[in-house]
């Protein structure tokens, strides 16, 4: 049988200590290495652990399934590979299903833990032959690291200078031959000698409706709750083609109903359940409706600049950007032109607000 993955995870809080020098501890997942008294976390519950179990990419898991098949008849490392696309969608699952599918290990670092180049040192002097290295959000990992990253992934070597001054001395270390898989929402941000290295880059992309009802059905029988295929529908629905929104919102529908249905889930609960916490039949939460309201309300619909919406709402124009607008655009809900943000049509319909009369 085959044996599954070990987890190793770093820290992944930005503000955090660098990991100690020392390999980093380890976490057994398949022998249930989890702390025993925080319960377990519905996030790794829920992960798909080998690659039959996921829904959808089927292109990208048909490549996967080839690289990994030729590595092992070679009986070669797999080379390295580059995950990039929106929070949600799978990046992190991709990474624990490859190791299970190559039966081999995996350490799991963050690229915003990883601040000196001996943070790095603990996982490399770590792998093994084969062996996975993950490193998520790797477009935070800074300058000064990723040099060291380069000879690493070409030469499985690495040349490290300890100590400063007189005291300084160089490590040369030769490292076994492993993948390096590294996810990323931010591939712009990635520098081109880094992507380069990269043999293997896949872009992970939305979910269709069928897809996250699928992963709601699927699910649902993981956390024991009997949920019919229209019910699927309306979580999918409101789950903005995000897998693990699907998840957020099928937990809260078990709780939901749980405490006002004695557990009876059907779609009319569901509805009721999504809207109690200002989620909307497509997917809109409450800011998401809160910016269009501003940008109606005050701006007649725009065009009006990302900074005075900001202002109005009292929300920093980043978060806007980033969080915000990437939906509100996707759903044909506002564009963006040259004098600023536009509500279209659609959102005024969806809002029910009279369109005002305007040029567009
Ligand atoms: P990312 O790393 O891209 O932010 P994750 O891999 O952590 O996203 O995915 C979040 C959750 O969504 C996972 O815990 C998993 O339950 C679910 N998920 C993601 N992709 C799939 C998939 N293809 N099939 C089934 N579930 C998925």
């Known amino acids: 049988m085959a044996r599954e993955a070990i987890y190793q995870q770093s820290n992944p809080d930005p503000g955090g200590d660098p990991p100690e020098d020392g390999p980093p501890s380890e976490k057994g997942v398949a022998d249930g290495g989890e702390e025993p008294d925080r319960g377990p976390d519905p996030d790794v519950t829920l992960r798909p652990q080998r690659m039959a179990e996921m829904v959808g990419q089927q292109d990208v898991i048909e490549r996967l399934r080839i690289a990994i098949d030729a590595a092992q008849v070679r009986g070669e490392p797999l080379g390295h590979i580059l995950f990039d696309g929106p929070p949600g969608l799978g990046k992190t699952t991709f990474a624990t299903v490859i190791p299970s599918e190559m039966k081999t290990t995996v350490q799991m670092a963050n690229g915003a833990g990883l601040k000196a180049p001996r943070d790095l040192l603990p996982y490399l002097t770590n792998v093994s032959r084969g062996s996975v290295l993950f490193i998520d959000e790797i477009h935070r990992v800074p300058r000064a690291i990723e040099e060291y990253l380069y000879t690493a992934m070409e030469d499985f070597r690495i040349d490290i200078v300890l100590g400063e001054g007189v005291n300084a001395r160089t490590l040369n270390l030769s490292l076994e031959p492993f993948t390096l898989i590294g996810a990323t929402t931010r591939a712009g941000m990635l520098t081109a000698p880094l992507r380069d290295r990269f043999q293997i880059r896949e872009h992970l992309g939305w979910y269709t409706r069928k897809e ?3 992963i709601v059905l699927r699910n649902s029988k993981k956390l024991n709750i009997d ?12 789950s903005r083609s995000t897998p693990r929104l699907a998840n957020n919102r099928l937990l809260w529908v078990r709780d939901y109903a749980q405490s006002k249905t004695k557990g009876n889930v059907e779609a009319s609960v569901c509805e009721a359940a999504l809207d ?19 940008l109606m309300r005050v701006f007649l619909g725009g065009p009006a ?15 806007l950007e980033d969080e915000v607008e990437p939906f509100l655009l996707r759903s044909e809900l506002l564009v963006r032109t040259r004098r600023g943000r536009l509500a279209t049509p659609k959102a005024f319909e969806h809002m029910k607000r009279p369109m005002p009369d305007r040029p567009l």
């Open 212 to 214: 996250l009802a699928e």
């Open 227 to 238: 949920v019919d295929p229209t019910s699927a529908g309306v979580i999918a629905d409101r």
């Open 276 to 294: 109690m916490i200002g989620i909307d039949h497509l997917g809109l939460d409450k800011q998401d409706r809160n910016y269009l309201d501003t």
């Open 305 to 319: 600049g990302l900074d005075a919406i900001a202002h109005t709402m009292n929300v920093s124009s980043d978060t």
